[in-house]
């Protein structure tokens, strides 16, 4: 009997470029998300974009299905990936296969909503950032107070959450850099 711990089933799949996976850790290294969450934030043996595509692999979308959507999808992970594994493109499969089970939380799904219909209202998106950035500096004073913000504490359990630095939004230090009034 042979113990290839799920691999031969992946053969022949969308997932079977991640066989060529070295384990060299380069994707961890250079991907903006692990640097600032840390590895024990994913909940698993793996972690950074290569724990994103393996562990939904390994333990199903249903159980891991948060992982592949903790990406920026800058593409660092694969630029710099020595057999080149098209890392972003197989997240992208498993953020499908959440979205065509219907296993996006609803507390996801209706988060979405509100930032969506905020996004296309600039002064009003202008307005809330400001004040979420007024909260979170509040917020970020006393160590571990960002854990008992709802959705927070998931990912704020291994690694504190940093306070935002001083200057305001990144809106309104581009206004003052332009030398355009704040509104
Ligand atoms: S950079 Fe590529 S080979 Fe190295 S651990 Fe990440 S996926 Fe595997």
């Known amino acids: 009997m042979i113990?290839?711990?799920?691999?031969?089933?992946?053969?022949?799949?969308?997932?079977?470029?991640?066989?060529?996976?070295?384990?060299?850790?380069?994707?961890?290294?250079?991907?903006?998300v692990y640097g600032a969450i840390g590895g024990h934030a994913y909940g698993w043996v793996y972690p950074g974009p290569i724990g994103a595509?393996?562990?939904?692999?390994?333990?199903?979308?249903?159980?891991a299905g948060n992982l592949p959507n903790a990406s920026t999808f800058c593409g660092r992970c694969e630029s710099v990936c020595p057999v080149r594994?098209?890392?972003?493109?197989?997240?992208?499969?498993?953020?499908?296969?959440?979205?065509?089970?219907?296993l996006t939380p609803r507390a996801v799904r209706h988060g979405l909503a509100l930032w969506s219909y905020v996004a296309r209202r600039p002064l009003l998106y202008r307005r809330l950032t400001a004040l979420a950035n007024r909260l979170?500096?509040?917020?970020?004073?006393?160590?571990?107070?960002?854990?008992?913000?709802?959705?927070a504490s998931g990912w704020t359990r291994f690694r504190d959450f940093p306070a935002p630095p001083p200057g305001g939004t990144f809106h309104a230090q581009w206004a003052r850099r332009a030398g355009r009034p704040r509104r």
């Open 136 to 151: 979170l500096a509040l917020f970020g004073r006393a160590e571990g107070r960002y854990r008992s913000l709802p959705l």
């Open 3 to 32: 113990l290839d711990n799920g691999r031969s089933s992946v053969l022949g799949t969308k997932m079977q470029d991640m066989l060529r996976c070295i384990r060299c850790g380069a994707c961890m290294n250079h991907c903006p």
């Open 85 to 102: 594994i098209p890392l972003p493109a197989l997240m992208r499969h498993w953020r499908e296969r959440e979205f065509e089970r219907h």
């Open 53 to 63: 595509v393996l562990t939904p692999q390994l333990i199903g979308v249903e159980e």
